[in-house]
């Protein structure tokens, strides 16, 4: 025994001295199992073997892993107003800027020739035009392919017979537009496995080329590379992942409200105890949630249910392309009426650029009520004063606070943007056709579940992964891959 201790010592320094260093360990390490490798003739490279066949076996039976990706952004209108992620794609592969979008299905990236792709942005990154003929892997798709007529019986693809090529036009709901033409090529991304193992990974998917855009999509104080459309059509890059087994069809977020916004983007299901669902709405092109009453401080508010039921023209919409929030007229006039009346003795209204604001000298949590959107399934997402209100500006020492919800004339229509999605958790299980929620510090990394077909639930840390994330759970993820390892090596050393 005594010509182990001195390795012994020398593993225990080495792990002390590296957790010091990185950030901290685990001040108890609990050793379940030895392993007396000696008696049973195994060597280490035969336990890799053996390892490398059962994870291949656990990767043929799992529903895929989870994919990672940062988020930056923040939904503050006076700072950035929106929530974009940075993706690579092509061979050699190249960064591309996209804004996270649940209200449109279709990934698109501008492309070489494009006309009115803005080529600076005000947000200090630096964009990219996607070139097809500079990637050694891309194709383009043409009308032939199962994926465009996929397309075609959504809208998101049309086709020339002239051409034979597989091509798009999308208009927004602010007026913008871009089109262009699909190309296929592999897509590059971290996976986060059952066994918390972490891989580098590509998938082959399809795309749009931006060859022209209009309004907003050409100016430049915020621009991006293109969107990604998180929709639940065909075309989505989470619908074609997970058709490949690539991951699981379910998708979630926490966008950060505080510290300069950011947060957790992963194609997989977040998990938290308190998270509560209600069903989607089946059969409709975005992610509509049955909408039945709105409570402000505590009390429901008269409106007529038909407000807020779901057809082609309205209902109520998770749209996370969109920055602030919108209520159909009825809703939004006794929404204001109730917020007025509850907050009126203790603050001073007033009109800034036709926006009912608020000067405040305290706390807006001592003034303003909670507000409670309750959903079908008795799924209610709580809003916090912060959720409902924006700081414009200051008026004499005092904060004026906006009403953020806005009055949509003459349509039927609520959208959820950004402004209430923030600091909550939010899961888009589209195998099981629901959306869950929960309030959360989006600043802090989650708990992923790694395999949805079974009972058995695994969790690791995500969001924090790449290089945009904390070096500190970037290392506490390293020290958790490494500590089987390091347990079977402390096994041998003290058999």
């Not at 490798?37 to 490279?45: I, N, P, Q, V």
């Not at 918390?196 to 931006?210: D, E, H, Q, R, Y």
Request: proline share 4%; hydrophobic share 35%; with cysteine.
């Amino acid at each position: 025994m005594a010509a182990v201790f001195p390795a012994w010592i020398m593993i225990a320094a080495f792990l002390f001295e590296a957790a010091f260093a990185m950030g901290g360990f685990p001040s108890t390490l609990k050793l379940e199992r030895r392993i007396p490798l000696g008696s049973h003739g195994l060597e280490l490279s035969q336990l890799r073997e053996r390892d490398r066949l059962r994870h291949g076996r656990l990767l043929q039976s799992s529903s895929g892993g989870v994919v990672d990706f940062p988020v930056l952004g923040t939904y503050d209108p006076f700072l950035v107003g929106l929530y974009y992620t940075k993706i690579q794609l092509g061979s050699p592969p190249r960064d591309f800027y996209v804004q996270i979008d649940t209200g449109s299905d279709v990934l698109w990236i501008g492309c070489n020739s494009c006309n009115g792709c803005p080529r600076t942005s005000g947000l200090q990154i630096e964009l990219n035009l996607f070139d097809p003929g500079s990637s050694t892997t891309a194709s383009l798709v043409p009308c032939s392919d199962q994926r465009c007529r996929a397309g075609l019986q959504s809208s998101d693809s049309s086709c020339s017979s002239q051409s034979n090529q597989c091509s798009y036009t999308f208009q927004y709901g602010d007026g913008s537009g871009t089109s262009g033409y699909y190309v296929s090529d592999l897509l590059h991304f971290s996976s986060i496995l059952e066994g918390s193992m972490i891989t580098n990974n590509t998938a082959s998917i399809m795309f749009g080329c931006s060859v022209s855009q209009t309004g907003d999509l050409t100016k430049s104080d915020r621009a991006v590379d293109g969107i990604f459309g998180f929709g639940q059509q065909s075309l989505s890059v989470i619908s074609q992942l997970s058709s490949q087994g690539v991951t699981p069809r379910v998708f979630s977020h926490c966008l950060n409200g505080n510290n300069g916004g950011g947060g957790v983007l992963v194609l997989g299901e977040i998990v938290e105890p308190n998270i509560v669902y209600t069903p989607l709405v089946p059969s409709q092109p975005h992610y509509n949630l049955d909408l039945l009453s709105i409570s402000v401080g505590g009390k429901v508010l008269s409106i007529s249910p038909s407000v807020f039921s779901t057809s082609s023209n309205q209902g109520t919409i998770v749209d996370s392309g969109t920055t602030l929030a919108y209520l159909a007229e009825e809703a939004y006039d006794a929404f204001m009426a109730a917020i007025t009346n509850a907050v009126s003795q203790t603050v001073r209204p007033i009109l800034s650029k036709g926006n009912q604001c608020y000067l405040i000298t305290s706390s807006v949590n001592d003034i303003f009520p909670q507000v409670s959107l309750n959903f079908a399934g008795g799924a209610s997402l709580i809003l916090n004063p912060q959720d409902y209100l924006v700081q414009q500006n200051s008026v004499g020492g005092a904060a004026a606070w906006c009403i953020g919800f806005q009055k949509i004339q003459g349509q039927g229509i609520t959208i959820l943007g950004d402004l209430v999605l923030k600091d909550k958790i939010f899961v888009y299980d589209l195998a099981n056709q629901r959306i869950g929620w929960t309030n959360y510090d989006c600043s802090m990394s989650v708990n992923v579940s790694t395999n949805l077909n079974t009972a058995r639930t695994e969790f690791v840390n995500a969001g924090q992964m790449s290089n945009d994330g904390s070096s500190l759970d970037q290392t506490r993820i390293t020290i958790a891959l490494l500590l089987p390892i390091i347990m079977m090596l402390t096994g041998l050393l003290l058999s």
